[in-house]
């Protein structure tokens, strides 16, 4: 099988992805995700005691629906705020420059995660000499090297 191929198909797609996306809502998709994961414990506090308080839910329940509540609200906050930007970028003529840039990151998003699957095909063996060009297996190598080293 043709590894190569899926990278470069799979890389092809994304930056395909990217572009009908634009840069701003990848982006911020992606800092609505970690800015609802990092800031719910913040606020959840706050939101577990007024659904306490209203008696809206039973206590057993309240402390993860009061952290999928906040997780919510702050990504649809971030998604709202990136619609209001993207509006103005494309008043001043620069949606053509956000897609571009979105291609770019939707590129390397699906370039990095085929490699982190073929990183894991490669520690269980299934990557291997005989099905993979030689090629393959020293980027692979080097790509596990150079990235799981700081995660």
Request: proline share 0%.
């Amino acid at each position: 099988m043709n590894y190569e191929y899926i990278l470069l198909g799979g890389t092809l797609i994304g930056a395909i992805i990217g572009y009908i996306k634009g840069f701003l809502k990848q982006i911020s998709s992606i800092a609505g995700l970690t800015v609802g994961y990092l800031f719910s414990s913040l606020f959840l506090s706050q939101m577990h005691h007024i659904l306490l308080q209203n008696k809206i839910i039973s206590e057993e329940t309240s402390t993860w629906v009061s952290y999928v509540c906040v997780f919510i609200i702050l990504f649809i906050s971030i998604l709202f705020l990136s619609r209001i930007i993207e509006k103005i970028l494309k008043k001043l003529g620069l949606g053509f420059t956000n897609q571009l840039a979105g291609m770019a990151l939707g590129a390397l998003k699906y370039f990095l995660l085929i490699m982190m699957i073929y990183c894991f095909l490669y520690y269980l063996n299934i990557l291997t000499e005989e099905n993979c060009s030689i090629n393959l297996l020293n980027f692979v190598s080097l790509f596990k090297t150079v990235v799981f080293k700081y995660i």
